[in-house]
């Protein structure tokens, strides 16, 4: 190795006092190429970290003398945004989650897996030069800034949504779209042609509905949910937006936290899946905005319904991702399905999730008639079932039904009105419970 490869070599500080952690990630992140420090204690580790000013650090949160969460508050006082990463031992997720909300980047388990300690380091480092990157485009930004907050006055300027820097840990950039779009298709309810506009929004305006014919606009937020029965309706006042969960599941998996979209009450069902709404925002780009959006991050186990082994009921646990397995329970041959979605990408979205169609019983249709409901629902936007057997058509994966139960899951969750980190469990749910679950959530996380 030459002497200019080793000048450009990130430093890694590892405080632990347990020798096989200093071993294994010492063996991990040599074989990657940084340059690793040790220190078995949080004394030692300050006075390292004062000497070293190491790219990141792992902090286990258990050590002698100071602890880790101590250890963590003096180190981010020298400098607020130090990328640390708290180890923490089975049970002490609550305690690390803690830390993260102190301040520190993430937190990783034991035992350690050298997929994830090589993720979230360089998840870290990543988010270390976002963050220097945004220093200078803050300053060199702030004029406009001051503009534009300007231009906000008297537009619901509380309710908007405005982070600092030092907030920005667990939190994503925001986002909205390149240019305002439109999009045809047929409405499920009412059978009729209709079409969606979008348009961009600044930062901190938050997904919202507009109707063509009446001013205002209702914001994607479980507070206006109106009906749930078959699809997910929100409502305020005159305005309403029906069928909206496959269009902000597609907003969801994208990213998006801004935009305003225009419809004649409801959003067009097209295939009964969310590709057509994938290639639309694809279509229309995506534009990263200069602030950021915090996480909701789940630190406690949540269920609704009855955790059986048949029995209906969804849970929400504290994961580091966010991700969703679902199971549906029908009379053979189509018999029990279960789909397991980790959300890490758009594309993942894309290929895994988006392609599933709505489906329905043939015994529900005319019920469905007699509400005045899926009229739109042609032979074509709708996987057809009777008595376990789907009539009119070829699933397009054996767990089809599965796939868009998770599809409407993503999209509902997103009425939140933030990204989540939790894992859920669901199973012979439908947009009711999903619904309660998200009203619990808020309950118990006030915060949100
Ligand atoms: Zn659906």
Known sequence: MDNETKINMKKIL?????????????????????????????????????NIRPDAIFLDIWLPGIDGLETLQRILAIDPTQIIIMISGHGNISTAVRAVKQGAYDFLEKPLSLEKV???????????????????????????????????????????????????????????????????????HSGEKTGMVIKPLPTGKGIRFENISVSGYIPAKIEFVDTTSYATSIRKDDLEAKTIEHFMATLHAAGITNLAIKINKEVPIADGSAVPFCEFIRSTGVQEQDEFIPEIVITETLLVGEETEDG????????????????????????????????????????????????GFVDELSKLSQMGLAEGGRIDNFIMIDRGKVLNTELRFKEELAR?????????????????????????????????????IKQTFADI
């Open 14 to 50: 590892v405080i632990d006092d347990e020798k096989n952690i200093q071993v294994s990630l010492a063996s991990i992140l040599q074989d990657e190429g940084y340059k690793t420090f040790f220190a078995a204690s949080g004394e030692e580790g300050i006075e390292k970290f004062k």
């Open 118 to 188: 090589m993720l979230v380091l360089k998840r870290g480092l990543d988010f270390r030069q976002v963050l220097d990157e945004n220093v200078r485009l803050k300053s060199i930004l702030k004029e406009s800034k001051t503009d534009s907050k300007q231009k906000m006055k008297g537009d619901e300027a509380s309710s908007d949504i405005a982070f600092d820097l030092d907030e920005a840990m667990y939190s994503r950039k925001q986002k909205t779209i390149k240019a305002s779009n439109i999009f045809y298709g047929l409405g499920l």
């Open 312 to 359: 209906k009921f969804i849970k929400i646990e504290p994961a580091d991702r966010f991700s969703v397995t679902y199971t549906t329970i029908y009379p053979e041959p189509l018999g029990r399905m279960t789909y397991h979605f980790v959300m890490n990408s758009f594309e993942d979205f894309e290929r895994e999730i988006a392609p599933a169609r709505t489906y």
């Open 404 to 440: 868009h139960k998770i599809l409407d899951i993503i999209g509902d969750f997103y009425l939140l009105g933030r990204p989540i980190r939790g894992k859920i469990t669901a199973q012979k749910t439908g947009h009711s419970e999903n619904v309660r679950m998200i009203n619990l």
